[in-house]
Each structure stands twice: as C-alpha cells, then as structure tokens.
T-cell receptor, first 114, second 112 residues
Framework: GAGVSQTPSNKVTEKGKYVELRCDPI?????LYWYRQSLGQGPEFLIY????????DSGLPNDRFFAVRPEGSVSTLKIQRTERGDSAVYLC????????????FGQGTRLTVV | KQEVTQIPAALSVPEGENLVLNCSFT??????LQWFRQDPGKGLTSLLL?????REQTSGRLNASLDKSSGRSTLYIAASQPGDSATYLC???????????FGAGTQVVVTP
C-alpha cells in the first residue's frame, strides 16, 4: 500500500472487553513497531517485529497485551480485559530494514475505554 | 534511566520568525536521532534523521544539529509559516534496530 494503514481509526469499548487493533505495514517492510501515545506525551514503545517474530516485546505493560504478525506483514495488537488506563492512541510503524532507515507511521487507532 | 526532554513544551511565534526547538537526552550513547512532526489526530511524519556520527542534517527550511557528547539536538525552522503549526517530536534510538525513545514534544503555533 501507499502507507501504513491502521484500523479502526477509533474504537470505543467497555471496561473488561477484549479489543484487536490492526496494522497493515508498507508492502515489503520487514520491521514493524507498535507504540502507545497518551495525551500530551510522546509515543512509548510497546513491541518490535522483525518478520514474523517479536524481536523485542519489552514495552508491553503487562500480560493483557499481546501482538502477533503471523505472515510477516499484517500485525494485530490484542488487549484483554481492557481498563480505562489503556485509553490512548496506538501507533504502528514499519521500515524497510531494521537498521539505519526511517520508520513510517500510520495514523493511529484512538482507543477509548469507558 | 534513559530520558528524552524537549523544551519548551509550547511555542508561539509570528509568521516569518525562525523557530528553535530543543531536545536533550540523558544517555549520550545514541545510535541515531530523528525529528518528527505530528498534526492533530494524525500519525507522525519523519522530518530529519541524524546518525550518531553526523553533526547536522538539512532539508529545505529545516536544519537539525546534533551534539552527542552534550546530549543535545536542536531543530531550526527558518522563516516559519502558519503551515508549520504542529507538534514536533524528538526521538532517539540506542540500537541499530530502530526502537525509538520519544520526548513529549513541542507544540508550535505560527500566527499569520
């Protein structure tokens, strides 16, 4: 595709529900990153994929958060038993190689937990 | 703890003035540094990427300097325009794999 696509753009869910956020990276990009941005803050790293495998998941806040990238392209961030504190904009980025190249960001999914 | 700080948090200037945005980082062992622009409700757009071995990068009206030893970078935007109004984010990477650590950003308003 022309850019990184994230769906949905907005998601409102009730506390305790399960949500999935999808990221379609730029075609051919092997590296994929998820970040979370709270209001007035910079994005915080969650997880990085190189191909199908999670090379670094040190930013996932707890075991309610999980992400997959089964075929090395599309990725899904999954959040179980959502809490109001999970409300934020979830950003996805991809890059052609993991070294020395810039990452291209999607427009984000705004998650609101009520 | 590795931290990235951006000062000021907000800035308002009249059109035509030059903008100076500051970024500091506590751990100087960076791999590279990037400046991004974020418009309200939008994702991030990369403006400039500076490798740790470089001192500056330029693109059009934008110039970014890097002083790795003092842990600082400055983004200069010449002859500001109302279209430059946005939040500018600085991010550092401490490894070659692209994981970024961001500052909180500087919100810029350029008034006509």
């Amino acid at each position: 595709g022309a850019g990184v696509s994230q769906t949905p753009s907005n998601k409102v869910t009730e506390k305790g529900k399960y949500v999935e956020l999808r990221c379609d990276p730029i075609s051919g990009h092997t590296a994929l990153y998820w970040y979370r941005q709270s209001l007035g803050q910079g994005p915080e790293f969650l997880i990085y994929f190189q191909g199908t495998g999670a090379a670094d998941d040190s930013g996932l806040p707890n075991d309610r958060f999980f992400a997959v990238r089964p075929e090395g392209s599309v990725s899904t961030l999954k959040i179980q038993r959502t809490e109001r504190g999970d409300s934020a904009v979830y950003l996805c980025a991809s890059s052609a190689y993991s070294k020395d190249t810039e990452a291209f960001f999607g427009q984000g999914t705004r998650l609101t937990v009520v | 703890k590795q931290e990235v700080t951006q000062i000021p948090a907000a800035l308002s200037v009249p059109e035509g003035e030059n903008l100076v945005l500051n970024c500091s980082f506590t751990d100087s062992a960076i791999y590279n540094l990037q400046w991004f622009r974020q418009d309200p409700g939008k994702g991030l757009t990369s403006l400039l990427l500076i490798q740790s071995s470089q001192r500056e990068q330029t693109s059009g009206r934008l110039n970014a300097s890097l002083d790795k030893s003092s842990g600082r970078s400055t983004l200069y935007i010449a002859a500001s325009q109302p279209g430059d109004s946005a939040t500018y984010l600085c991010a550092v990477s401490y490894d070659s794999w692209g994981k970024l650590q961001f500052g909180a950003g500087t919100q810029v308003v350029v008034t006509p």
